[in-house]
């Protein structure tokens, strides 16, 4: 168990709806990464964000949005869903920012769009 | 364009043999490395890290080589056991290429007993 919890474990929806997955970081982290993981894609990175403020952004769509709040947990909004966003969506966190602060994984949440 | 690979996407090795699971990287920026271990329904999990200044890290059954002239790494696993079959991605980050991980595709181990 790396302390960061993921919810919901599972989430079936339809095309075209918007759904928030939502993840709580390790006591004490300051970081929160979200990762998409897809069949042909492997691990991509989406956002990043440090005590609040969004810190890094990766090859996050448009219809996709997150944000941190002030109790430090994340939550990651994706609204108008195609099937090509079904996929395994982590959370991860680390105490700071920096790039060699190690990442600690949750259990994912699994999106299937139908 | 992959900058982290594993060209290996599985590999089975008999219980009490050495694993070596290999990744290459393009980003000479990257100057920090990672492997990860994966269950089934479970998030990664950190194995071990190695920063460019070393060329190998130990920790208990594992350890990481790092060959930053050939832009190349590698996770070595003895003895290997039953409970080490998971999937295991390299990952890679970088103070001039984002605090973000560049995950490579993974390599699927199986430790036969």
Known sequence: ?114 | DQQVKQNSPSLSVQEGRISILNCDYTNSMFDYFLWYKKYPAEGPTFLISISSIKDKNEDGRFTVFLNKSAKHLSLHIVPSQPGDSAVYFCAASGNNAGNMLTFGGGTRLMVKP
């Open chain 1, 1 to 114: 168990d790396s302390g960061v919890t993921q919810t919901p474990k599972h989430l079936i929806t339809a095309t075209g709806q918007r759904v928030t997955l939502r993840c709580s970081p390790r006591s004490g982290d300051l970081s929160v990464y979200w990762y998409q993981q897809s069949l042909d894609q492997g691990l991509q990175f989406l956002i990043q964000y440090y005590n609040g403020e969004e810190r890094a952004k990766g090859n996050i769509l448009e219809r996709f949005s997150a944000q941190q709040f002030p109790d430090l947990h994340s939550e990651l909004n994706l609204s108008s869903l195609e099937l090509g966003d079904s996929a395994l969506y982590f959370c991860a966190s680390s105490v700071q920012a920096g790039y060699t602060d190690t990442q600690y994984f949750g259990p994912g949440t699994r999106l299937t769009v139908l």
